[in-house]
């Protein structure tokens, strides 16, 4: 597609249920970032991959999170047992390799908003 | 550690004044890479500029213009003539490391609005 597309966009779940959070890159996108952005707190980094790896896992909060990313491209958000301190927006990002430093630009979607109830 | 201050949460102004949106930063790398992002209403964060740690030099695009001094840590954005259009969150991010795609550092954003 033209641009980093996310889904759900809206997602409303009960407590303790699980979430998925899909993020669909830029086509040619090695590299791909999600971020939390809760209210008042910023953009918090929570997994970066490069490929099918993820060289830095240093930002997910708790062992309820997990990523997933397959054949390069679209990437998987999981989160279980959902607590209302999951509530936030979620940004996937994606640029090509080494680009940051080049083009110095990610290219973002419009977020997934979850609200844990 | 790196770090990144937008001591500023909210600002308002009246169409047409010129703001100033502030940033300071934290980092022990000797190269790293300064930005600014826009992130409007509907949610998706927009790339407004990147700056090289080695280029101190000021830049003005339109009627935005950054102010980027080494020796205080600070990478401010100033925006001229200010319109409604403007009103959006701004984030000011770091690039701490020398390789590889290593993820941005945020600031916690601050929101401007317009008022016409």
């Known amino acids: 597609g033209a641009g980093v597309s996310q889904s759900p966009s809206n997602k409303v779940t009960e407590k303790g249920k699980d979430v998925e959070l899909r993020c669909d890159p830029i086509?040619?996108?090695?590299?791909l970032y999600w971020y939390r952005q809760s209210l008042g707190q910023g953009l918090e980094f929570l997994i970066y991959?490069?490929?099918?790896?993820?060289?830095?896992k240093s930002g997910l909060p708790s062992d309820r999170f997990s990523a997933e990313r397959t054949g390069g491209s679209v990437s998987t958000l999981t989160i279980q047992r959902t607590q209302q301190e999951d509530s936030a927006v979620y940004l996937c990002?994606?640029?090509?390799?080494?680009?940051?430093?080049?083009?110095?630009?990610?290219?973002f979607g419009e977020g997934s908003r979850l609200t844990v109830l | 550690a790196q770090k990144v201050t937008q001591a500023q949460t909210e600002i308002s102004v009246v169409e047409k004044e010129d703001v100033t949106l502030d940033c300071v930063y934290e980092?022990?790398?000797?190269?790293?890479?300064l930005f600014w992002y826009k992130q409007p209403p509907s949610g998706e964060l927009v790339f407004l500029i990147r700056?090289?740690?080695?280029?101190?030099q000021n830049e003005i695009s339109g009627r935005y213009s950054w102010n980027f001094q080494k020796s205080t840590s600070s990478f401010n954005f100033t925006i001229t003539a200010s319109q409604v259009v403007d009103s959006a969150v701004y984030f000011c991010?770091?690039?701490?490391?020398?390789?590889?795609?290593?993820?941005?550092?945020f600031g916690k954003g601050t929101r401007l609005s317009v008022i016409a």
């Open positions: 990002a994606s640029s090509l390799a080494g680009s940051i430093r080049i083009t110095g630009e990610l290219f």
């Open positions: 086509s040619g996108h090695t590299a």
């Open positions: 991959f490069q490929g099918n790896s993820a060289p830095d």
């Open positions: 980092t022990r790398d000797t190269t790293y890479y």
């Open positions: 700056r090289n740690s080695f280029d101190e």
């Open positions: 991010a770091l690039s701490p490391r020398n390789s590889g795609n290593t993820p941005l550092v």
